[in-house]
């Protein structure tokens, strides 16, 4: 389960050059970042972020054949670069609304606003590869960023309305009721979704063994009820196949983290109608690894109560 097969990296290696102007446009970016979080003004703070971004993207297509031709321990830590960037730039913005309070709700209210609106549009999208080894911390994390994403956009809401013209004698009530909403959020929603994980992790288990089993029972069953063995095994796949279906941190099918990915789903689908074909053969062994595999990553997280 490696980014690229080992085909594509074989041949010269690119030039470490790239790496050295990746590293110098990374290093800017960053001096860039900490200078826009010194300062107060929100011009010198807004150009700095759209020079960053260009930087960082500049770094990326200039690094990017070095890095592919690295090994596959580096591609795994490589690819999670973009989301560790991510919680960083999150962290980011949340100290520069901060450093906005007391003096100016407005602009800290639309830095957490953002925070949110970029989430709930997609974020940055989860890495592909190696997805049956990334699950258990794609099972946190996805919830995580999901519940911190929530409440930072119902702050910024807080602090927008801070910015009304509320009577001095409704400032109390409005500012109890705030709290009272974020409080909420915080908890309400935040035990509805790392609930809802637990619940899908224990469903994934659960249905993944049925088909470990299915498939086994298929491959040392006689002759004559393999036509029974081989429904079963279908209709065990199929329920596990739904439960894949679903995003990790919400019921919409639009807006989410994924279990595992499209494509990885469609291959674990081909290896597993394989083996129920020919039972015994080779793909049996390897659908009950992948299985396997599955069931390993969601085993922390099991909660037959949730």
């Known amino acids: 389960m490696t980014v690229e097969p080992a085909s594509a990296r074989a041949g010269t290696a690119p030039s470490p050059w790239r790496l050295w102007v990746a590293a110098a446009c990374i290093s800017v970016a960053v001096v860039l970042t900490v200078v826009a979080v010194g300062c107060t003004s929100l011009a010198l703070f807004r150009n700095s972020a759209v020079l960053t971004a260009v930087l960082l993207v500049g770094a990326y297509w200039v690094a990017k054949p070095w890095f592919v031709a690295r090994s596959e321990r580096w591609h795994r830590v490589i690819t999670f670069v973009p989301l560790a960037a991510y919680v960083w730039a999150q962290g980011l913005v949340v100290v520069a609304a901060a450093s906005f309070l007391p003096a100016h709700p407005l602009e800290a209210g639309c830095a957490l606003i953002m925070i949110w609106g970029f989430h709930l549009g997609g974020g940055v999208r989860e890495p ?47 500012f109890a009721t705030s709290v009272s909403v974020v409080v909420g959020i915080v908890g309400v929603t935040s035990l509805k979704v790392f609930s809802r994980v637990r619940k899908l992790a224990t469903e994934l288990d659960s249905r993944a063994q049925k088909v470990e089993r299915s498939l086994e029972r298929l491959s040392r069953s006689p002759i004559a009820e393999r036509n ?38 469609v291959a674990l689908e081909a290896v597993v109608q394989e083996a129920i074909a020919n039972p015994g053969a080779p793909p049996n062994q390897e659908a009950a690894a992948q299985l396997r595999a599955l069931r390993s990553a969601c085993s922390v997280k099991i909660d037959t109560l949730a």
């Open 228 to 265: 029974q063995r081989r429904d079963a095994a279908e209709d065990a796949w199929d329920d596990l196949n739904r439960t894949l279906r679903n995003k990790v941190e919400t019921g919409f099918h639009l807006y989410g983290t994924f279990v595992i990915p499209s494509e990885t789903r």
């Open 128 to 174: 592909t590869s190696f997805a049956f080894e990334r699950l258990p911390g794609r099972l946190t994390w996805a919830a995580a960023l999901h519940v911190a994403a929530m409440v930072y956009g119902t702050l910024g809401a807080v602090c927008l309305i801070r910015t009304l013209p509320i009577p001095a004698r409704y400032a109390t009530a409005v």
